[in-house]
C-alpha cells in the first residue's frame, strides 16, 4: 500500500473541504518562588487545514475519553486535520485557534498505517 499517496490524497480532501486554523505549543513556565506553573510562550505554531466533524461524529470517536474526563458539560467541537506537511503532531497540551479564540486540545487521535501520518482528528473543549 502507498501510504505516502494515500496521505497527499487526504490532504487535498482536508484542504477542499476546509480551512486553516492554528495550532500552539507552550513550553510551561515555573516561577521559582510560588511554584505556580503557567502557560508560557508559543514554542512552535502550525496552520493545518482542518475539517469540523458533526457532534455526533465527533461524540462517537472521543467516547471514552468524554466519559473519563467530564468533558460533557463543556462546549466541545472536533475536526480533521491534514498531516502532510506539519511540523509536528497535535497533543493534548496544545491549542488550537479557531475564529480568533483559543480552544484547548483535550484529545488526540491520529491516523498513522504504518507509522505514516495521515489525518489528526482533534478534540478541543472550552
Not at 14 to 43: D, E, F, H, Q
Not at 93 to 119: M, R
Request: glycine fraction near 6%; include cysteine; hydrophobic fraction near 45%.
Amino acid at each position: 500500500m502507498n501510504y505516502p499517496a494515500l496521505a497527499k490524497t487526504a490532504q487535498r480532501l482536508v484542504k477542499s473541504a476546509g480551512r486553516t486554523i492554528t495550532l500552539n505549543r507552550y513550553t510551561p513556565s515555573r516561577n521559582s518562588s510560588t511554584g505556580v506553573v503557567t502557560k508560557g510562550a508559543a514554542t512552535v505554531t502550525a496552520t493545518p487545514y482542518a475539517v469540523e466533524l458533526p457532534a455526533a461524529k465527533g461524540l462517537q470517536m472521543f467516547e471514552a475519553q468524554i466519559k473519563a474526563e467530564s468533558l460533557v458539560i463543556q462546549q466541545l467541537r472536533f475536526f480533521v486535520l491534514e498531516a502532510v506537511g506539519q511540523t509536528f503532531a497535535p497533543l493534548p497540551q496544545d491549542e488550537a485557534v479557531i475564529d480568533g479564540a483559543a480552544w484547548p486540545i483535550k484529545g488526540v487521535n491520529g491516523c498513522t498505517p504504518a507509522t505514516v501520518p495521515l489525518t489528526y482528528n482533534i478534540m478541543v473543549a472550552k
